[in-house]
């Protein structure tokens, strides 16, 4: 285990390192960060020069990318074009951002798995049938569309939840946002563990669960469900990085100061260096996230080890 692990933080280097180039050079490459600090206005030549020095872009892409990141292995992710530094956008968008994933990723995890053991079970049911048709109508809907049907039905008519979060966002203002987030994840998952339990159900090993006498609850727990749940870990695994980053239309619509609210801003303004520095902490979210993803699957299927 420890070699496996110890392999696969040295596979992630050449990922980060071609992720975080890819990303740099999209960024810098497509406009002029300097041209975008003055807006509509033509910025003085001289005054031009002497900012691009100071922000390192009179240098070659590789150049500027190379001090980039000697910047980052020193815990410094520059400074954006309002004089405030990267990380401290980070310290205040970071966690509101985590705690609306972790609402999403715990409403995905108990409803999706739950509605898919069920549709597993029932295959060629009508309650089956309802909840595919169903989870395809959520998919097919854009999350804006949900968004701010539901802010105006729980928020606005029925007053149920503030249409909008606080800028504290505590827990107890992220459980619409997060629906809101987690549902067309949450229908992925309702489908991945509605398959995977159809397929497993009439496998050699639950029916010698089942012929040993095993209590129902049992072989479905602790057989059915455990080895039939490796392609949804991978799929929310994968999710993690996608919900931290995709939450721009869920943030802008309730309101949330978190990444998503920070990276629409960085792109509306051609604000690079929070662009890159916000893009560049998920990308080490995503490589994480499957390295635990991959390290779950001994824990599911005891027949998987790692050499």
């Not at 169903?134 to 802010?151: K, N």
């Not at 606005?156 to 503030?162: F, I, L």
């Amino acid at each position: 285990m420890g070699r496996y692990v110890i392999r696969r933080l040295l596979q992630m280097i050449p990922v980060f390192i071609g992720s975080t180039f890819l990303i740099f050079f999209m960024v810098y490459a497509l406009g002029d960060p300097v041209a975008a600090l003055f807006g509509d206005k033509a910025p003085d030549p001289a005054t031009a020069a002497r900012i691009r020095k100071d922000l390192y872009l009179d240098q070659p892409l590789w150049k500027q990318y190379l001090h980039y990141m000697g910047q980052i292995f020193r815990g410094d992710f520059g400074t954006a074009f309002n004089g405030q530094k990267v990380t401290e956008l980070m310290a205040s968008a970071f966690p509101v951002t985590l705690r609306l994933t972790i609402v999403a990723i715990a409403i995905e995890i108990v409803v999706g798995i739950t509605l898919g053991v069920i549709s597993g079970l029932k295959r060629g049911k009508s309650i089956d049938t309802s909840l595919l048709v169903l989870t395809l109508v959520v998919i097919s809907v854009p999350t804006f569309v949900t968004g701010y049907l539901l802010q105006y039905l729980f928020g606005v008519k029925w007053g149920w939840v503030r249409p909008t979060v606080s800028p504290d966002a505590p827990f107890s203002e992220l459980i619409l946002p997060g629906i809101v987030l987690a549902l067309v994840s949450l229908a992925y998952v309702t489908r991945l563990t509605r398959t995977s339990i159809a397929e497993n159900v009439k496998a050699d090993y639950v029916r010698t669960a089942v012929a040993k006498g095993l209590p129902r609850r049992r072989v479905i727990t602790r057989h059915l469900l455990r080895n039939s749940l490796i392609p949804v870990v991978t799929f929310i695994g994968t999710d993690i990085g996608a919900l931290m980053g995709g939450a721009i239309v869920t943030e802008r619509i309730f309101n949330i100061h978190g990444v998503g609210y920070q990276l629409y801003q960085g792109i509306l303004r051609n604000n690079s260096p929070t662009v890159v520095g916000f893009v560049t902490i998920l990308v080490i979210v995503f490589l994480l996230a499957n390295l635990l993803v991959d390290l779950l699957y001994a824990v599911l299927d005891p027949r998987i080890r790692y050499a």
